[in-house]
């Protein structure tokens, strides 16, 4: 007698493995090639009905720290190649600080086609950032929301993690793929100062440039740096630990300021940064979300990106330009 046919339920469970499998192995090819189409009609639609912002972000840094990512096949036009700083970049666009906040994954970032990436807010001690919910998204504005808060790992949690990768960035930075490091304070530090020093003493050997951020609308107090007298007597400090480094190569600084600062506010940074001679940014999120957004979590101070911020940009850097005359470069953070 032959033997018995599996029960129904037995059969159902290994048809199932078998769609599900080749469904799987289906996808990850389609991602792997890089299939744009898959990816933005398919793939992204059912993650962000699976999984919650903050959860996608966190997976997001996961699987590219594991080097899971997409192919990019196409390579860049040496008509995109841009030297600034002292450093040359192989197209001008870059990963902004805020998405790989603890230096997690600079080396899967670094194969999906940016000019350069820059991780962080770090700050000096390890900090948990404002409590969850914390990350939003308006759909309907096709826009997120974020009041992380300078979540961070802390200053020797990412040197460990850079440190270890130094050889592969040398190699980066080389093929013009710069490194940047992006600065914060502690959210109950008596000195802010010393926060960001502590940060260039430790972390500036392995950055191709620093970033003092002084601009995070989710950070009390941050904003007040941004005076004229408290921005020059942070930047001398910094500027000074910067020169004091024992590397061959030492950080270009630039500072980030907030997006909704007066005419004259702006004008008193510029002659600062002008006087001391360095690098500034004039970023996109701004402090209070677009009028766009209507979302009920839209209504206080958070940093946003997406539809509302798309024109932004542009419009910020070229109000910024006067007082520089030509003599710092001047990029701008885009959400």
Known sequence: MGAAAPPLRQRLREAMAV?????????????AVGEERFY???????????????????????????????????RDSPMLEVCVLGRRFRNPVGLAAGFDKHGEAVDGLSKLGFGFVEVGSVT????????????????????????????????????????????????????????????????????????????VRMLGPLADYLVVNVSSPNTLGLRDLQGKAELRSLLAKVLEERNALRCEC?????????????????????????????????????????????????????????????????????RCTPSPKGRCPLSAWVG
């Open 19 to 31: 769609l599900g499998g080749g469904g799987l192995l289906c996808a990850s090819y389609l991602v």
């Open 40 to 74: 933005t009609e398919r793939l992204m639609p059912g993650l962000q009905w699976l999984l919650g912002p903050e959860t996608a972000h966190v997976l997001a840094i996961r699987l590219l720290s594991l080097g899971v990512l997409p192919r990019m096949a196409q």
């Open 124 to 199: 000096p001690q390890p900090q948990e950032g404002n409590p969850k919910p914390r990350v939003f998204r308006l759909p309907e504005d096709q826009a997120v929301i974020n009041r992380y808060g300078f979540n961070s790992h802390g200053h020797a949690a990412v040197e460990r993690r850079l440190r270890a990768r130094q050889r592969a960035q040398l190699q980066l930075t080389e093929a013009g793929m710069p490194l940047g490091i992006n600065l914060g304070k502690n959210k109950g530090s008596a000195d802010a100062v010393a926060d960001y020093v502590d940060g």
């Open 250 to 318: 030492k950080p270009a600084v630039l500072v980030k300021i907030a997006p909704d600062l007066t005419a004259q506010d702006k004008q008193d940074i510029a002659s600062v940064v002008t006087e001391v001679w360095m690098g500034w940014s004039s970023p996109t999120p701004p402090p209070a979300v677009p009028a766009a957004c209507g979302a009920p979590c839209a209504r206080s101070p958070a940093a946003s990106a997406g539809g509302p911020c798309e024109h932004s940009p542009r419009r910020r850097s070229a």
